[in-house]
């Protein structure tokens, strides 16, 4: 099963801190997960959004009513963002899109920074001055993030779709 290999492979990479490797088979498990879980459902980015925010999102976010809290983590529509950014432009630079979900004006500076730190989202003002527009770091901990969605990846599937072949007609080698 293919699901399996690429969890595998997204481990090994971890562990030999191939970390841009491990992060860009980490954001394919979404649209792997989103085609199970909502077969009928037309658009690989809605069923990756739904399914990110289903799964992962809605159990980082704060249950708590503080306003800035909520701006701590990421959702559906920013991961697939990065995953569009990363895999298809090998960049991290953010779109409009990105600014406009997080209700951003145009003259503010957005960054996706990698780390080993927690994923958030942020605020920094240049220079301390905060009369200026903010500039916003939406950090991902890339060891975290990976081993969070490979996780629920792999419990959803061998709870929900045990016996689901979901790629028969990739033959696999062995390259051992």
């Known amino acids: 099963m293919i699901l399996k290999h690429l ?4 481990k090994n990479n971890l562990e030999n801190k191939n970390y841009l490797s491990a992060l860009a088979l980490t954001l394919t498990l979404p649209d792997i997960c989103g085609k199970i ?3 009928n459902l037309k658009g690989s980015g809605r069923r990756y959004k739904r399914w ?3 799964y ?4 980082d976010k704060p249950k708590v009513g503080l306003d800035d809290l909520e701006s701590l983590t990421i959702n559906g529509e920013i991961v697939y963002e990065l995953r569009n950014l990363l895999l298809h432009e090998g960049s991290l630079d953010a779109t409009e899109d990105v600014q406009k979900e997080l209700g951003l004006k145009n003259s503010q500076s957005l960054k996706f920074v990698l780390s080993n730190s927690i994923t958030s989202y942020s605020k920094a003002w240049s220079d301390g001055d905060k009369t200026k527009d903010p500039d916003i770091y939406i950090r991902i901990s890339v060891v975290d993030f990976c081993k969070k969605i490979c996780a629920v990846a792999e419990n959803l599937y061998y709870e929900n779709y045990p ?3 979901i790629y028969n007609d990739i033959v696999l ?3 051992e």
């Open 7 to 10: 969890i595998n492979e997204i």
């Open 37 to 39: 879980s909502y077969p």
């Open 52 to 54: 990110y925010n289903e």
């Open 56 to 59: 992962i999102y809605k159990y």
């Open 163 to 165: 016996d689901k072949d």
């Open 173 to 175: 080698f062995d390259f």
